[in-house]
């Protein structure tokens, strides 16, 4: 069974009178990445600020690393990664500057702050000052701090923002190694398309409550969206079929029993047409 890193129950969280997270609950694990998905204010920003005790919940609990996030000791602490969606920085201070700092704040040598430049693909702008960084440079910043100590748990909030796609696979890949060696990683993104295929399970919030949670395979059983055949005829034509999931391989054979068929494709329901469904608006 995979060791629980943090675990969510019941967690509500409001301002006054209005809620802006009701009655979540999930577990994140050891080794796994896990996308929190919902548009602005579903609450995703919120239950990560609740989970680093930047923020007290208002009913429910939260427990890190085995502690309640207020009380998190320095040291267990300092096995926490967190990129805001919003990162900002002394403009002042150099890149090496800069690294060096969050790296004497988690009892980390500077050496390994320079190295996490050298990953992040800002060896040859450790001298500059941030204040001279593009926004897609800054995000580069943040996220190498975020990864200062290994982190047992990282929270990325909008990662990707600012990055083009090169530095986006780049990123990607850290947060495989970083499973890999059995941190839990938690990042939000609008990119849909991009977390497919690259988180092991998704979180799906609308309005401050989780609708829905599973591997991609899971939210497709439990939605039911249909599946689209597409089956290309010896003449160049095309033959469209759609089913449920159910039917999929009768619907297959009945296609691959032609004579004239030369090829044929299957297309499962995309993450923005679950996100939609499950969310009750467009696909994102």
């Known amino acids: ?24 609950s999930f577990t994140l694990n050891a080794g796994e990445r896990v996308a929190l998905l919902g548009h602005n204010g579903a609450g995703k920003t919120t239950i990560m600020k609740m989970m680093l ?25 300092r096995a926490l990664g967190f990129l805001p969606e919003n990162v900002a920085f002394d403009p ?4 090496r500057e800069m690294l060096a700092f969050y790296a004497t704040l988690k009892h980390r040598p500077a050496k390994e702050g320079t190295a996490l430049l050298e990953r992040v693909g800002l060896g040859g702008a450790a001298a500059r000052r941030v204040g001279t960084y593009s926004k897609g440079m800054r995000q580069r910043l943040g996220l190498a701090q975020a990864l200062l100590g290994s982190p047992r748990l990282l929270l990325l909030d909008e990662p990707t923002s600012g990055l083009d796609p090169e530095l986006r696979a780049t990123f990607y890949t850290i947060l495989a190694e970083r ?9 939000s993104s609008h990119l849909l398309t991009e977390l497919e295929e690259r988180t092991d399970r998704i979180l799906i919030m609308d309005r401050g409550q989780l609708k829905a949670s599973g591997t991609l395979d899971q939210l497709r ?3 039911g969206l249909p599946v689209r055949l597409q089956g290309v005829l010896a003449d160049g034509r095309k033959v469209a079929v759609s089913c449920r999931p159910d039917e999929k391989l009768a619907r297959l054979r009945e296609l691959t029993a032609r004579t004239d068929l030369q090829d044929v494709t299957i297309e499962a329901p995309g993450l923005g047409e ?4 499950y969310t009750g ?4």
């Open 1 to 24: 069974m995979s060791q629980s890193i943090a675990e969510l129950t019941q967690v509500t969280k409001a301002y006054g009178a209005r809620p802006v997270v009701r009655d979540v």
């Open 92 to 95: 002042a201070m150099t890149g």
């Open 179 to 187: 499973a890999a060696d059995g941190a839990a990683v938690m990042l």
């Open 281 to 284: 608006g467009e696909a994102a």
């Open 53 to 77: 005790g930047l923020t007290p919940v208002t009913g429910g609990t939260i427990r890190v690393l085995g502690h309640a996030p207020m009380t998190v000791p320095a040291g267990i602490r």
């Open 274 to 277: 679950l996100y939609a469904h």
């Open 221 to 223: 059983l439990a939605a």
